[in-house]
Structure formats: C-alpha cells, structure tokens
C-alpha cells in the first residue's frame, strides 16, 4: 500500500482523539538532533482543521488492525474498513518530514490493539527508539498507553514520550462494561496510577540528579467521551475533579461522540454530536483549573446538567446573589475571577491598574473586561457598572441574549414561546 | 516647553527615534510628527532630519530605565508594530512618563499608554500565530520561507525558529516588509532584500506537501465543520502562504505569479550584499 493511503486510514481512524497539545514540555535544541520543544510553555498550534481545532501533532494511529470489540470505536473488530499499520521507518521519516517544514510540532502515536497490549506496546517503543535514536528528533511526542500493557513497557514507553496518555472513554464501569466489553475500569486506572508516581519520582530524581532519566516529563492526560453513554454533566465533573487532583492529570479532554455505527445501546446513527454539551464541560474545566471554582459549585443534585443557554460561571453567578455585587477598586483577586466577564488576564490588569487611582467603568474596558457581562455583577466606587437596575430575570434574559448570537441556532428551536424565561 | 511646528525625520532605527526624544528635550521643542526617511509629505512645516547619534539614544534610554526596566523592551516592541503614527505615540508616552514618573505604569487604561498595550498585544498574537502557522519547503537541504505579516514579526520570531531549527540552514523572507532573516551554522541574521523568488519544489518537497494536505483534509471530523471557528482561530490573511491552503495541482509554492527561481537574478540580496545562497553560509 503507498504511503499516501496509509496516512489517510491511519489518520482518520486516529481523528476522534481530541487531545493535540505539545504543551508542558521545555527542552531547547541539541547538537546534532533535529527540533526542541521549547516554543512555548503553552503549546503551539500549526494549523486548524475545517471542525476548528488545533493541530498541533502529527495524529496517527500506527495500526488500526484492532482485537477488540468496542462497540462505538471505528476500528473495532467487527467493523468492515481496510486495515493497515506504518512501519517504523515510515512513520519516523514521515515525522522528520513535516516536522522541519514547520508543519508540526511532534507525534501523536496511538495505536489499536495488535495482538496483545503488550506487543502493541513493545511495537510503539519500537517505532519510537528509532525516531529519537537513529533519526535524532528532539521533538514533542505524545505516546498512549495502553490499558492491559505491563508497567515495564508503560516504563519504557514514558522515558521516550513527553506526554503519556490513557483514554477512559467511558466515564463509568457500566458503560465501559456494556459498550467496551474487552476494557475494564482497573485495567485503565492501573497505568494511570503508574504515570502518576512516575512522573513524581522523575521528578524528585531529576532534583538529586541532571542526568537522571526524564519519565514522561509532560505529565499525563486523558479522553472522556460525552453523550455515548448516559452520564449526566455532574457525574463527568466530578470524575474530573478527582482525576486532576488525585491522578495529577495535567488535561481531562472530552470528546462529543460521533455517531459511527448502528447499535441499540448506542445514540442513533442521525444524532448530531452534543457540541454544546462538550463546549460547556470545557468551560467549566477552565474553572476548574484557573479560577478557583469545585465541581460541587457548579452543579448539585438538583441540577445534574449545565443550561445549554448560558455559561456556567453565569449560571454560578445567577444562583449566587449574595455575592454580587463585587466592587472592583477593593475586591482581592479571587472573588475578582468569579465575575462573569473578568478573566485571569483582566483580573490581573485590574489589580496593577487600581494602585495609582479608582477605577471607572470606562477604564474596565480598554482593561479587557467583558462590560456586556460584568456590567451586572460589579460595582466602581460603589458605583453600580449599569444605569439600570435589572430583576433576576432581566439579567439573566440580557446574558441569554448575548450568547444566543455565538451558538448554533438549532440549540434554540425547541424552545417554546412559552417557556419561563428564568 | 515651547509648541514649535516641527517635523523630525529619522532613519527608522529605534536609536533613531530615541535620537529625536534627545533632541527635542535638549532643543526644547514640541514635533507635530516623526516620519521616517522618505515618508515626509511636502509641508509648510520645518523638517528637520534629526541624526541617529549613539550617545544621544544612550542617554535617553538610560534616564527610562531608571524609571523602569520594563520600559525600554515595551518601546522596542511597540516599534516593531504596524500601530499608525507609533513614532508619536512613543513619543506622548515617554513625555507623560518623564512628567508623572514610573507610578504612571500602572495606569494601564490611560489613553497615552494603552493603545501600545493593545499594540504590543496584537503583536505577540501576530508572532505566536507565525510560530505555528509558518511554512518551510526543502531546497536542497536548505529551509525557506514566506510570510506576509502586518508588523515586524522578523526578530521575535528569530529566537524561536534560531532554536527549533539549530541545526539546519534556514531563510525566512518577510514580504510585507521586504527583510529576511537568515541562519546558518548558529549565527543569524536579519537584512533588508527588495525582491526574492522562491524556487519550484522538487519531488520529494511536493510529496511531502501532498501527505501534508491530505493529512490535513483527513483530520477534521466533517460532523463538527465549523469554519467560524477555523477562522476565527486562523485568520484568513494567514492561509496564503500554508501549504495546506494551496492548490494540489500548483507545482509552485504560494506567490507563483511574481515569485520564480530565488538562484536567478532576482535572487540577490539588497543592502545585505550577496547572494542568498552565500549570505546563508556566513
């Protein structure tokens, strides 16, 4: 088979993965070797596809020739595709290639299950010892691991990878019990568990030692795929939060599913993929991450999922009057995060800017405040930021509005005129 | 100080323009414009072409830093921009801060100081943008480039690349401005160029330019298309000179039109002096 067509297989059934980053990495150039990972702490994104999002990795699998059966995954046993793997030389030329074009800013290597997670794993190490040995790449590269392989390889396989990762997919042991029959939940926290410690130790190694061995010096991520299975918002959160803080994740990703395939226990094949859906999980991952919010803040029992119509720090604000409003010349640095419309960069501007004089309304913005969102949650000078005053139910049809403008219409048709607003 | 109708024409350096900071303090004279060597329009003002001395640039540099250290490197960045009139801008903002003192820094809404902000902002954005979007062909072993930035992207990005491609020979060629940067063997350097073309890949370059784009085009799941988001996130301005924007069938790389063969004549260097191929190895 030409390389061509093997790109396309390989890349298409890798396209579902939506963790593409090269962030977290810092290595300058080496004599001698091609590429450094130093661009920037952040990542760097080498172009956007026609869905919007970044790629930043050459996103292969390297086979898609898989043993198991999972039933919502494209490559699994029983689907009918044309089936093939790169060899090592192929893949690692293929990286050297785009790489020095500036195409990329490394690999992203997965692979279906050939034969046994074991040989599957010793294959990647392969494919990998040769790109950084004989073809001298100091890139980023993103290896999986994979869930059943034994720890020495998982081992192994971090100490050539910058960044590891196990997908769980499924956000419960009786989803993956019914839709992913061959996985279970100890065979995928098993190596998650391993990185975890492994990075802490390199870490804590490389304090006593330069030269000591770098073990996946990126941390580790993961996939969680939303609306295959019958989780509710709350319960991914929380799994979430538990993730970031006891697993040291440096990214939970979620992945809208896609309908592939025909199956009762799946959503329909003419379901759309619950875009909105994902696009509110990552924006409460954010405040998770950078704004000091828990997931028990965010939802509780009595609302197990996010309003699709509005976002949910504004939903967090609308259920919180007590705390509003804030007044921007006196309020310290974390309660200034929990306004709608003040971000990490603007709350940061507005602690600088306040020390030579009061701030005025005006001034938020050419900060960089959002003032069609903060407007309603902040005072200057005891100032309310908004002539008007609103009722709950003003504001709230106010902050609909704007996002209405940004959302795929179609997440409003089944609204009814009727509806209580509020 | 005296409002006196001046118009001071520099050469275009940063030295330059601290240079007519220095003269108009010492001269005691307020300029209505700072234009660039040739820019100035026939007016019925004075011009003055104000000389780029050394110890003048020297002095008034010194006196910012007492001031702040961050000031300098905000300047230079804000002269690398496209901001219309930066000369003057520049100019507002070192008179307000020589006036009020570094507590001035902090007033980040001030309408003196944060339309720099603002400029120096879209600036990074504009370099972190290349960072990534940026494309390279292989001639010979030797990498180059095209860009058409709106501000002067060339020595931000010269850190960056100096370090990814460390061991290779490499040229970017920043159209928009007509300057190159140029790299070889750990040296680097930026020089003005007027005109350059860009020879037609050869095989393996339009091989890899044929996976890239089929990559490309793989990746994207056609259930989530969102060209809004692709654009908002990768402007269009950008998608002329990516490989994966171009046509399958176009043999050349993206200016084909008035771009051809960089060995030719018009493949000389400018001022740099040289030619391209020979200027690489210095």
């Known amino acids: 088979m030409e390389l061509l067509d093997k790109l396309t297989i390989l890349a298409d059934a890798a396209k579902y993965d939506a963790a593409c980053t090269s962030s977290g990495a810092r290595r300058g150039h080496v004599e001698g070797m091609i590429g450094s990972t130093s661009s920037s702490i952040a990542g760097c994104c080498h172009t956007f596809s026609a869905d919007g999002r970044c790629v930043t990795l050459l996103k292969v699998l390297l086979s898609n020739d898989c043993v198991y059966d999972c039933k919502y995954c494209v490559n699994r046993r029983s689907n009918d595709v044309r089936r093939t793997s790169f060899t090592p030389k192929e893949l690692a030329e293929l990286t050297i290639g785009f790489y020095r074009r500036n195409y990329i800013e490394g690999l992203f290597l997965s692979s279906a299950v050939l034969g046994s997670p074991d040989r599957t794993t010793e294959l990647m190490i392969r494919t990998l010892s040769l790109l950084r040995g004989e073809y001298r790449f100091n890139g980023y590269i993103h290896a999986k691991a994979i869930p059943g392989a034994s720890p020495e390889l998982v081992y192994q396989l971090g100490l050539l990878a910058d960044r590891l990762s196990v997908n769980i997919e ?35 190694e490389l304090v006593k030692y330069r030269s000591a061995p770098r073990f996946a010096p990126a941390g580790q991520s993961t996939q969680l795929i939303v609306g295959a299975s019958g989780e509710s918002d709350r319960h ?8 970031y803080g006891q697993y040291r994740l440096k990214r939970v990703f979620y992945s809208a599913y896609v309908p592939v395939v025909e199956n009762a226990l799946l959503p329909s094949l003419d379901t759309k993929p619950p875009l909105l859906r994902e696009h509110r999980l990552y924006q409460a991952d954010w405040l998770l991450r950078f704004y000091g919010f828990r997931a028990c803040e965010l939802l509780d029992e009595a609302q197990p999922d996010f309003d699709p119509r509005l976002d949910p720090k504004c939903c967090w604000a609308l259920r919180h009057p007590e705390f509003f409003p804030v007044e921007v010349n006196r309020a310290d640095y974390e309660t200034l995060l929990r306004v709608p419309g003040v971000g990490v960069v603007s709350a940061k501007r507005i602690l600088v800017a306040r020390r030579t004089g009061p701030l005025h309304a005006d001034d938020l ?10 407007q309603y949650f902040l005072t200057c000078s005891g100032q309310l930021a908004t002539p008007l005053r609103l009722s709950y139910a003003g504001v709230m049809a106010n902050l609909m509005a704007i996002e209405r403008a940004a959302l795929p219409a179609a997440q409003f048709e089944q609204l009814s005129l009727f509806d209580r607003v509020g | ?130 960072r990534g979007f940026l494309r390279f062909s292989v001639f010979d072993g030797m990498l180059g480039a095209e860009i058409e930035p709106k501000n002067r992207v060339l020595p931000l990005l010269r850190g960056h690349f100096c370090d990814r491609c460390y061991n290779e020979t490499f040229f970017i060629y920043d159209r928009t401005h007509r300057e190159a940067l140029l790299y070889a063997n750990g040296v680097s350097r930026i020089v ?12 393996e370059e339009a091989d890899y330019r044929r996976l890239w784009k089929r990559f490309y085009d793989t990746i994207a799941i056609p259930e989530r298309e969102n060209p809004k988001r692709r654009m908002s996130n990768m402007p269009k301005r950008y998608w002329g000179t990516m490989t994966e924007f171009q046509e399958e069938s176009a043999e050349a790389p993206p200016a084909a039109e008035e771009a051809r063969r960089f060995r030719g004549s018009g493949g000389r260097l400018g001022r740099g002096g040289g030619r391209l191929d020979h200027a690489a190895t210095v």
């Open chain 1, 170 to 204: 499924l956000p419960s042991e009786a989803s993956l019990k019914s839709l992913a029959p061959n996985k279970t939940k100890r065979a995928i926290l098993a190596p998650m568990r391993q990185i975890r410690y492994g990075v802490a130790e390199s870490k804590a």
């Open chain 2, 192 to 203: 003005p160029l007027e005109s350059f073309e860009i020879a037609a890949p050869d095989a």
């Open chain 1, 365 to 374: 913005r050419k900060l960089g405040v959002v003032m069609k969102r903060a």
């Open chain 2, 1 to 130: 100080m005296a409002w006196r109708e001046i118009i001071y024409q520099y050469d275009g350096s940063f030295d330059g323009l601290l240079s007519c900071i220095y003269e108009s303090y010492t001269q005691k004279e307020r300029p209505t414009a700072i234009v660039c060597d040739g820019d100035a329009e026939p007016c019925f003002f004075e011009v003055r072409t104000v000389a780029t001395v050394r110890a003048h640039a020297e002095r008034v540099s010194r006196s910012l830093r007492r001031l702040s250290p961050d000031v300098i490197p905000l300047l230079r960045r804000v002269h690398l921009t496209c901001l219309p009139n930066k000369e003057m801008a520049i100019y507002r903002f070192v008179a307000k801060l020589y006036r009020e003192g570094p507590r001035y820094l902090t007033r980040l809404s001030d309408d003196a100081y944060q339309p720099l902000l603002r400029a120096v902002h879209q600036l990074s954005t504009e370099v972190e943008h290349l």
């Open chain 1, 236 to 243: 991914i959160l929380n799994l979430t939060e538990s993730l």
